[in-house]
């Protein structure tokens, strides 16, 4: 079975209900465009905003914490976005490993509290310039994902479904200069061998790929006709309903993979 493309906006800590006209052009523009899948993640206040008018889209978090409740000042739980009406949380992005000093083991506990929740995840992973340079990206990338994505157990139903992995390199990320096609299509392959080890021909060899790093209308195209790319995860060019649906255009069109 081959998934729909899957578009996911990655807003940041970008929108106030401004921005609320936007998303409904995304939404409206979606509904146009039923072969891709089109998600948002905005920040936390306007999730249920989003999903309370969208028909189309599905709305999702940028983050969660591990536990589902307590004492945990400013925090929010995987219980409480779904309960807001999000879907999937984007976990393990490298703004959060960096900036809030989120350990592989974390992103792992943060991801069975989603799946518990019901959520779908969106694992993030991806190596800076230093390791690009020194050759190793692809063992990074690796060991990253495999101590923060969640243990193949009996219990996680639906791996396919529920689990997405986005490559993101830290070096391509609001820089404008996203991966070559022959690096983003080397570590998909790589990461779909390790989703396949780990949880098996039918789930791993299902489960979406997505590529984020400077994806704009203008790139879109040839990132996604590249082997192993299900989709992308944006930034800066899903901020507005014409750079955004111009990508999840780019992904409707036919590839010859
Ligand atoms: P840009 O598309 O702005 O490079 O951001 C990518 C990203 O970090 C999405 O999560």
Redesign the pocket.
């Known amino acids: 079975m081959t998934r729909r493309p899957y578009i996911v906006g990655?807003w940041k800590m970008h929108g106030t209900r401004a921005m609320l006209s936007e998303a409904r052009a995304i939404d409206r523009a979606a509904q146009r465009h039923m072969k891709v899948e089109v998600a948002l993640a905005p920040p936390f206040t306007l999730i249920h905003p989003i999903h309370r008018e969208a028909e189309q889209i599905s709305v999702g978090a940028q983050d969660c914490h591990q536990a589902d409740g307590g004492a945990f000042t400013g925090d929010i739980s995987a219980t409480m976005v779904a309960d807001a009406g999000a879907k999937f949380v984007i976990l393990g992005?490298s703004e959060r490993r960096q900036g809030h000093s989120e350990t592989d083991a974390l992103v792992r506990a943060k991801a069975e509290a989603a799946l518990a929740a019901g959520l779908r995840i969106i694992m993030c992973c991806g190596e800076n310039i230093e390791t690009r340079e020194s050759g190793s990206a692809v063992a990074f990338v690796r060991a990253q994902l495999k101590a923060s994505l969640p243990a193949p157990d009996e219990a996680l139903a639906d791996v396919a479904e529920r689990i997405t992995v986005a490559y993101?390199p830290i070096w391509?990320?609001?820089t404008g200069t996203a991966a070559t096609t022959d690096d983003i299509g080397e570590m998909h392959t790589e990461i779909r061998k390790l989703l396949v080890e780990l949880y098996g021909e039918e789930q791993g060899g299902e489960a979406r790929i997505i590529y984020?790093?400077?994806?704009k209308p203008e790139n879109a195209a040839e990132i996604f006709a590249v082997p192993e790319v299900g989709g992308a995860?944006?930034?800066?060019?899903s901020l507005t309903a014409d750079s955004f649906m111009g990508i999840a255009l780019a992904a409707g069109e036919p590839t010859d993979h």
């Open positions: 990655n992005h993101e391509a990320i609001g984020g790093g400077s994806v995860l944006v930034g800066g060019a």
